[in-house]
C-alpha cells in the first residue's frame, strides 16, 4: 500500500467536509493557523516534563510555545494553573482520577445514558472498572438535573469525587449547588466542560471556576480549536485533600496535576498539538470569537425551536447551550436509523440515548445535533429553519432515495455557498 493511498483518502475526507451539513455536537473546524501548527515540525521533538525542566535538550523554542499556551488558557479562563499536555479530554480526566483518588474509591457523576459521559464512571471506562461509580440523573418528566436527588445520592454514597458535566445535557448546571453538597461530604468536586467551554469563556453559560476544585475540558468542540484535552485549577483552590507525599511532605496542587499527566498518565507531550492549543487560546480571546460564540447559542436556539414546531420532541424542550437531544419515539424511527439516513442526505450528527431510553446504546431512540460547526461556517438563524426542514423531510421520508437526493443536493449547494478551507 503507498501513502499516495492515505492522500488521496485524505482529500475525500476534506470534500466530506465540505460539502456536508456538520451537526455532530462535539466537532467544529478550526482555522487554517491551528492547522498549520498542528502540521509543523514540532511534530518532530521530544519533550517529556515541563517548561524549564525537561528531560531532553533542545526544548528552549518548545519551553516558550508551551509557556504561550499555558499563560493564553490562564487568561481565557480565569485560571490560576493549567495543564496542556493531556492529549484529549478522556486523558485530562484519567489524570485527575490518578491525582485525586485510589483505586476502589468512590466516584458520582451525570449516568451516561442521561447525558454523561464514558469518562465519569461507565462500567466499560477504566473510571467504572478500577473505581466504584454511583450516578445522578435527570427528571423523567422535564429532562434536567435533578438536583435534590444529586445531593441525597451524595449524602447517601459520600463520593470521595463528584463531577459535573455531559456530553449530551443542553442545559446550564448550577455549579454552586454542587459545591454545597461537596463541601458537606468533604468531596473533591470537578467540572467537565468539554462541551460548553467555549461559551464559558465568553461569559455565556454560568463558570465553574469560582465552584470547582478542578475543570478539565477537550480544546476541540465549541473552543473551535485542536483536538486535545486541558486541566485547570481555579484561583481560590485550596488543597481538598491534604495530599501528602510518600515523605509526608504536603505537595503543591500544581505538582500534583503536572506529576499526574506527565509521567503519571503520559509520556512525551505532543508540542505540535500544544501550539495549535496556544494559536485555540489565543483566537478565543478575540471579540470575533465572542460573536461566534453568541451565534452558536442562537443557532441552537433557532433549531431547536424549528424542530419543534415540525414535531421533534426535543429533551428538556430546548437548549440553553449549543447542543440538543431529540427524541425520536414519535417519529417512529430510531437513532440509528435516523443517523444512517441523514447521512445519506450528507447530514452528519451521532445516534445517542434519551434518559430512560428502552433502547440499547447501539440502537437509541434519540439523535444529538449541535450547532458549533455550522456556526463556524457562517450559517445564521434563517439556515438553522432550513436544517430544520432538512432533517422534517429526511426523517419523513427514510425510504424515499428520491427525498434523500434531493435533500443531499440542497445541502451540498448551501455548504458550497460557504466555502471552509484555504488551503
Ligand atoms: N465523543 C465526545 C462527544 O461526542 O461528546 C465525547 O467524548
Known amino acids: 500500500m503507498e501513502s499516495k493511498k492515505i492522500f488521496e483518502l ?42 524549564g525542566r525537561r528531560y531532553y535538550g533542545g526544548c528552549e523554542i518548545i519551553d516558550q510555545i508551551e509557556e504561550i499556551a499555558i499563560e493564553s488558557a490562564k487568561k481565557l479562563f480565569g485560571a490560576a494553573y493549567v495543564n496542556v499536555q493531556p492529549h484529549s479530554g478522556a486523558q485530562a480526566n484519567a489524570a485527575v482520577f490518578l491525582a485525586c483518588l485510589k483505586p476502589g474509591d468512590k466516584v458520582m457523576g451525570l449516568d451516561l445514558a442521561h447525558g454523561g459521559h464514558l469518562t465519569h464512571g461507565s462500567p466499560v471506562n477504566f473510571s ?26 451524595a449524602r447517601r454514597e459520600k463520593p470521595k469525587m463528584i463531577i459535573v458535566g455531559a456530553s449530551a445535557y443542553s442545559r446550564d448546571f448550577n455549579y454552586k449547588k454542587f459545591r454545597e453538597v461537596a463541601d458537606e461530604i ?29 475543570v478539565t475540558t477537550t ?14 485549577l481555579g484561583k481560590d483552590f485550596e488543597n481538598p485533600f491534604g495530599y501528602k507525599t510518600p515523605k509526608g511532605e504536603i505537595k503543591m496542587m500544581s505538582q500534583v496535576f503536572d506529576g499526574a499527566v506527565f509521567p503519571g498518565t503520559q509520556g512525551g507531550p ?24 453568541h451565534q452558536v447559542v442562537k ?44 447521512e445519506k442526505a450528507a447530514i452528519t450528527c451521532n445516534k445517542n440515548m434519551i434518559p430512560y431510553d428502552d433502547r440499547s446504546p447501539f440502537i437509541t431512540s434519540g439523535i444529538r445535533f449541535g450547532t458549533a460547526a455550522v456556526t463556524t461556517r457562517g450559517l445564521k438563524e434563517n439556515d438553522m429553519i432550513k436544517i430544520a426542514d432538512f432533517v422534517n423531510e429526511v426523517i419523513d421520508n427514510p425510504e424515499n432515495d428520491k427525498v434523500l437526493n434531493k ?17
Open 270 to 293: 505532543l508540542e505540535h498539538i500544544i501550539a495549535a492549543k496556544a494559536i485555540t487560546f489565543i483566537e478565543a480571546l478575540s471579540d470575533e470569537f465572542l460573536v461566534y460564540a
Open 128 to 153: 467504572g472498572l478500577n473505581y466504584d461509580p454511583v450516578f445522578y440523573k435527570v427528571n423523567k418528566e422535564d429532562g434536567r438535573i435533578n438536583y435534590e436527588d444529586m445531593m441525597a445520592t
Open 219 to 232: 480544546t476541540h468542540k465549541t473552543l473551535r480549536g485542536t483536538r486535545g484535552g486541558m486541566i485547570m
Open 10 to 51: 485524505i482529500e475525500k475526507e476534506k470534500q466530506r467536509q465540505t460539502k456536508g451539513l456538520e451537526l455532530i455536537a462535539s466537532e467544529n473546524f478550526v482555522s487554517d493557523e491551528v492547522m498549520k501548527a498542528a502540521g509543523s515540525v514540532l511534530t518532530n521533538k521530544y519533550a517529556e516534563g515541563y517548561p
Open 186 to 214: 468533604g468531596a473533591i468536586l470537578m467540572a467537565d466542560i468539554s462541551h460548553p467551554a467555549g461559551l464559558i469563556a465568553k461569559g455565556i453559560l454560568s463558570d465553574p471556576l469560582p465552584y470547582c476544585h478542578i
Open 299 to 342: 443557532n441552537a436556539q433557532v433549531l431547536s425551536k424549528s424542530l419543534i414546531e415540525r414535531g421533534f420532541e426535543i429533551i428538556s424542550g430546548g437548549t440553553d447551550n449549543h447542543l440538543m437531544l431529540i427524541d425520536l419515539h414519535n417519529k417512529n424511527i430510531t437513532g440509528k436509523v435516523a443517523e444512517k439516513v441523514l
Open 407 to 423: 435533500v443531499r443536493e440542497e445541502v451540498n449547494s448551501l455548504m458550497d455557498s460557504r466555502p471552509l478551507f484555504n488551503w
